[in-house]
């Protein structure tokens, strides 16, 4: 171990040494006269550039006019830009390059590999191209028998549609894998599209037609904006857009759509218990029930229910609640009170009236 402060330029030479002796010690070793083969360290869309990958070379030297293949997608050396800004012809093993000249962005993490010319070049691509598309349809195919019986264990569980654009592959992988691992038993996060570039109105249009339930797909946008075009046409189809800077606003603003997904839980809460202790009849108005509240509250309009012998042989409302003979609101616990339920005369001594509200509960993940 070195300890090493680049702002305050510490053991700086220290650590190359280190690093130096560690090669030596370990015998890394690697072959610069063989054909070129690297890691891609981080990949994005320039709008003049067209794809850019940052390639560290591994093995043997990498040439403008190179023609290879990286992940599904292949490509010819059309110039090489070290980390100094500056056009080179060649890069050597564990040397650093901007890679101009490919087909299509590939994947951080990739390996890219030097063949021999434009023809093998795009025969691997093509193949890794249709396995990636077979294992796609592979994960995707679900049979309606396990698509039911998914959806009755999960309770119907509902979905929230998600396009991802990015400035760079890097943020991509960064933001899938913090919306993939949204844990949540009721709504599923379904990622259609990935891809790093600006908002286009090819993304706006598979929005519009994923459109679920009145809700289309949601495009995410990471320090990226929509083109014009892609704008007016999700003003059109009222898609929505949003634009972030910071990773962690975008897993905080999706729990919170996901949250909008689902309906509000509806609670039972307890006010209070009443005793019937006698049983009042009244002309014109019907039995009324003489009570002393034994906990909580009785309100009136309140839900009710009448329990006798531990059996609920009524449920609906309090109509009405006096305190001798004045209306009031409540009663509380210790008090004596007369009760008038909706529509139901049978009350009897000795039952119980339970009041009770219902109350809708934010939902949680």
Known sequence: MVEVSAKRRINLDALLEMILLTADLLELKANPHRKAMGTVLEAKLDRGRGPVATVLVQQGTLRVGDWFVVGATYGRVRALVDDRGRMV???????????LGLEAVPQA???LMVVEDQATAERIASARQLELRQARARAAAV???EQLS???????????QIILKADVQGSLEALRQTLEKLPSEKVKINIIRAGV?????????LAAASRDMQRSALIVGFNVRPEPRAREVAEQEGVEIR??????KVEEDIRNAMLGLLAPVEKEVI???????QVFRIAKVGNVAGCFVQSGVIRRNANARVIRDHVVVYEGTVASLRRFKEDVAEVKEGFECGIALERFNDIKEGDVIEAYVIEKVAPTL
């Open 89 to 99: 012809s060649e890069a050597g093993p564990s040397r650093p390059v901007e890679v």
């Open 109 to 111: 993490g990739d390996k």
């Open 143 to 145: 049979t309606p028998l």
């Open 150 to 160: 998914e959806r009755l264990q999960a309770g119907e569980v509902k979905e929230l």
């Open 197 to 205: 570039g600006a908002i286009t109105e090819s993304d706006v249009l």
């Open 243 to 248: 634009l972030y800077s910071v990773i962690y």
């Open 271 to 277: 006010l209070g218990r009443a005793e019937v202790r």
